[in-house]
């Protein structure tokens, strides 16, 4: 039987963690800061059930919150905030790409592992997510800032559609499945039908979290171009996809490229906070991630540490940013812990990635 210690551990920081954004949102409205407050009270939620049947024993109540608020909505819903905090950016390329894969990864799931009762599950669920993917990716080119809407429509609609479909399924006795070695909980009791959205959302956020930290520390660090793109609209057809096809490829060069300048103003105390914040997002939701996936196929011993560590990364990135947290103070009263911080402006170059300005919130 696992230990209690861990999970609870877990569980009582990532409540804390979803107070202190739900604060700041009340503070100042961001619509990312709610949505991020959201996936941490799953994320705490999760590993409170998890923390109780350590204690006292799984039941079927516990097993089928936990699989929900964990294995299906956590990451996506995190993966959703970061799309609201570069809403106003071209990152909405890249979240097509999550999709994309997010659908095609489904797709290859049932294959590998035929889950039973999946139906015509897998296709709709690809379906649905080229669709969406393709609805991004035009709104993003037309520099529509609403593209961030049609992803809360991919991950709202696949929450709800869990909750449905939860709320339906009938489970074989004891009403839960665990590892026999770890005593750490699976899902094989529940149909494909289910199962499978936990790719589908796991894909979507973990990605765009992990990705859009990402592309955020890129956006704010002092940049060394080794390889040029744009991703201007107005230039023509054949250019823009030449561009947008190299585009992966230059970021991860150029990003390499400008470590040592951003270790430089780190060390000068002139880099821009986003930087160092999103690093530690990233590395955080890259563990979350890797921790799920391990799980899905049968890796288990070390699912509560992974989380664990993926929540301090995450917590301590959020921390360091300013967007997030630009005073940081106990929930829901005025004692201040650290005063108001500023941000220096970036430079223009450190903005100008052929993309529009990526604004404070």
């Not at 997010?102 to 599950?121: E, I, M």
């Not at 360091?320 to 005063?339: H, Q």
Request: glycine share 10%; charged share 15%; proline share 5%.
């Amino acid at each position: 039987m696992p230990s209690p210690f861990l999970p609870s551990a877990t569980a009582i920081l990532a409540l804390i963690f979803s107070l202190a954004l739900f604060d700041q949102w009340r503070e100042r409205r961001g619509g990312f800061q709610l949505i991020w407050a959201v996936g941490m009270l799953f994320y705490g939620i999760a590993s409170g059930c998890e923390a109780v049947a350590a204690a006292s024993g799984w039941n079927e109540t516990l097993y089928r919150t936990w699989y929900l608020t964990g294995a299906v909505w956590t990451a996506g819903w995190l993966g959703l905030g970061t799309a609201f905090l570069l809403g106003r950016t071209r990152f909405g390329y890249t979240f097509a790409l999550c999709l994309l894969l997010a659908g095609v990864f489904t797709l290859l799931t049932q294959r590998k592992f035929n889950y039973a009762d999946s139906g015509t599950a897998p296709i709709l669920y690809l379906i649905g997510a080229l669709v969406l993917a393709a609805a991004v990716a035009i709104e993003t080119y037309f520099q529509n800032e609403r593209w961030p809407v049609l992803a809360a429509a991919a991950v709202v609609g696949a929450t709800v559609l869990s909750l449905v479909l939860m709320l339906t399924v009938k489970l074989a006795p004891p009403g839960y499945a665990l590892d026999p070695a770890t005593g750490v909980p699976t899902g094989e009791l529940f149909p494909g039908t289910i199962r499978l959205l936990t790719p589908f959302l796991n894909i979507t956020g973990g990605l765009a979290l992990g990705f859009g930290a990402l592309f955020s520390a890129y956006v704010f660090m002092p940049k060394r171009r080794v390889l040029a793109y744009s991703l201007d609209p107005n230039q023509t057809g054949d250019q823009f996809l030449f561009n947008l096809l190299i585009s992966p490829v230059a970021i991860v060069v150029n990003f390499v490229a400008s470590l040592p300048g951003a270790v430089r103003a780190l060390v000068a105390r002139r880099l821009h906070s986003r930087v160092p914040a999103t690093i530690l997002i990233a590395i955080g939701g890259f563990l979350a991630s890797g921790g799920d996936a391990l799980n899905r196929f049968g890796v288990t011993n070390y699912f509560q540490v992974g989380k664990f560590l993926a929540l301090i990364f995450l917590l301590v990135g959020f921390l360091v940013s300013v967007e997030a947290f630009r005073e940081i103070r106990i929930p829901f009263t005025s004692v201040v812990l650290r005063g108001a911080r500023r941000d220096r402006e970036p430079a223009e170059d450190t903005v100008q990635l052929g993309e529009r300005r990526v604004e404070s919130a």
